[in-house]
């Protein structure tokens, strides 16, 4: 996943370009071939290098049976600061509280000499942002798929209080059978109090809600996922993010104006232009909950497939 990024700005104006999570790459982790925790209760092996994200490197590893797992490890010399300490364990805490099928499965965490390791259900399939670099574009019932699969550990996470706040695609993950596995729970925040609104700027720049970056007076909620749901199901099916331009400030610039086309040269259907633009409504409140999402008329047209054939990786599945 690319880096999420995090800033505080003044309202009104686009924002600057936000800053790089911090201690980024400072000191990558480089962990043993063999991972044990201090007591020596758990261990695996090293198997393999699966990605990095901001301050994590992910690894496969076997455990003791040979099961499979992703294994994120984060070097505790990159945790120098008391914030950089507690985004991690607020991401631990909150990330080990969910269960469910469409969410990585939080297995284990412990602390090695050198290292936080965190054990997690792995994906072998890659990331939605893997599938669309090789597809292009995906179809629309691939896309009903996916979508509902999304919002359903959305909404689950929802229930129990959690703002993702960073769904894109590089942090939708898939299993073997392509299902989806919503992970990265590195921005996700927790509302405490009902009614609580959160006011810190931070997202993925593409993925952003307005209220994000343009009403920092009043905060942002829940609502923010169901945008970036919305600003996913576009991309998915017209092959590139909305507001996509080249510079950060631009792209902001066109989310205030909510300005965004559906190009000719890329048709999709009426339903899905319809509700890409329910969801993408700039005043939160107005936005349509995610319950109405999953109940309009693009999920009961034509085909919804009852899953999607690894064959998806390279060419487009014919689900006469
Ligand atoms: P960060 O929180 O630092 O951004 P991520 O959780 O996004 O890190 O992980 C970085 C990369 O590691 C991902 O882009 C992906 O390639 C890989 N990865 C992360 N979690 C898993 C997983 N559960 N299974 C397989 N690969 C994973």
Request: hydrophobic share 35%; proline share 8%.
């Amino acid at each position: 996943a690319t880096t999420p990024q995090k800033s505080r700005q003044k309202p009104k104006q686009p924002p600057s370009p936000p800053l790089q999570r911090q201690n980024t790459k400072a000191t990558p982790p480089s962990p043993p071939s063999i991972i044990r925790d201090k007591q020596g209760y758990l261990q695996f092996h090293k198997v393999g290098f699966l990605g990095e994200g901001g301050f994590a490197r992910v690894y496969e590893a076997e455990d003791f049976r040979g099961t499979r797992v992703a294994c994120k490890v984060v070097s505790r010399s990159s945790l120098t600061t008391k914030k950089t300490k507690t985004k991690l364990y607020a991401e631990i805490r909150i990330h080990k509280s969910l269960s469910h099928p469409n969410i990585v499965a939080f297995q284990e965490c412990f602390e090695g000499d050198e290292n936080v390791y965190m054990i997690l259900e792995l994906c072998t399939s890659g990331s939605l942002m893997d599938l669309l670099r090789r597809r292009k574009r995906l179809t629309e019932p691939e896309a009903r798929f996916f979508l509902v699969q999304i919002i359903g550990a959305c909404h689950y996470m929802h229930t129990y209080q959690v703002i993702h706040r960073d769904l894109k695609l590089g942090n939708i993950f898939l299993d073997a059978k392509m299902n989806v596995k919503v992970g990265d729970f590195g921005l996700a925040a927790l509302i405490e109090n009902p009614g609580e609104r959160k006011k810190t700027i931070c997202g993925t720049p593409n993925y952003i809600a307005p209220e994000v970056l343009f009403d920092t007076a009043n905060g942002h909620s829940f609502e923010v996922d169901t945008w970036s749901i919305g600003v996913i199901l576009y991309t998915l099916i017209i092959g590139r993010p909305p507001f996509q331009t080249k510079e950060v400030k631009a792209i902001y610039k066109r989310i205030r104006d909510n300005e965004y086309e559906f190009p000719s040269e890329r048709p999709i259907s009426a339903a899905a232009q319809d509700l890409i633009q329910l969801i993408l409504t700039p005043n939160p409140q107005e936005r349509p909950a995610l319950l109405d999402v999953v109940h309009d008329s693009f999920f009961a047209r034509n085909t919804f497939p009852s899953y999607i054939p690894t064959s998806a990786h390279d060419f487009a599945p014919d689900f006469r």
